[in-house]
């Protein structure tokens, strides 16, 4: 049984970082200017992607007998206070919503590397389930990177 505990604390951990990436691009959508469509579709797209991550992981933990996580981590609260107040003073513009997206981006690799690192036992299904997701995120990463780094070039 103790097995199936670290492998669901595993797992929660992610469910809470993805509702953290939900959470986050939805505050990203209100940031951002209705002309910025471009942008509030790679939002929708990622907090959509996030949800379904999170769906999977918890049936993964139901599947394993534990309680999936409902709420978000920590640092993703912080990270939402983080953004409310650096748009305060920094307005709503591209190049800070997407600064601040790509550091939401940054704690879910770390987190999904960590949880792979992590000394669960994890069977060769959800090893591989969590790989997946992992390497999608770093797709949405990237792209978020890209972005950013464009936008810096442009207005330069």
């Not at 996580?69 to 939402?80: F, I, Q």
């Not at 792979?116 to 797709?139: G, H, M």
């Amino acid at each position: 049984m103790e097995t199936n505990e670290k492998l669901i604390e595993v797992l929660n951990g992610l469910i809470e970082i993805n509702h953290d990436r939900v959470n986050g691009y939805e505050k990203a959508i209100e940031e951002t200017k209705d002309l910025d469509v471009d942008l509030r579709a790679i939002f929708r797209s990622n907090a959509d992607n996030s949800v379904h991550y999170a769906s999977q992981l918890s049936n993964l933990v139901t599947g394993l007998g534990g309680t999936p996580a409902d709420g978000t981590t920590n640092s993703g609260k912080l990270y939402r206070v983080w953004m409310d107040v650096k748009t305060t003073f920094t307005g709503h513009d591209r190049q800070s919503v997407l600064e601040l997206c790509e550091y939401g981006e940054d704690a879910a690799q770390k987190a999904y590397k960590e949880a792979l690192a992590s000394d669960a036992e994890i069977d060769v299904n959800t090893r591989q389930l969590i790989t997946e997701q992992q390497s999608k995120l770093n797709a949405a990463h990237f792209i978020i990177k890209n972005y950013r780094d464009l936008h810096k070039v442009v207005n330069a």
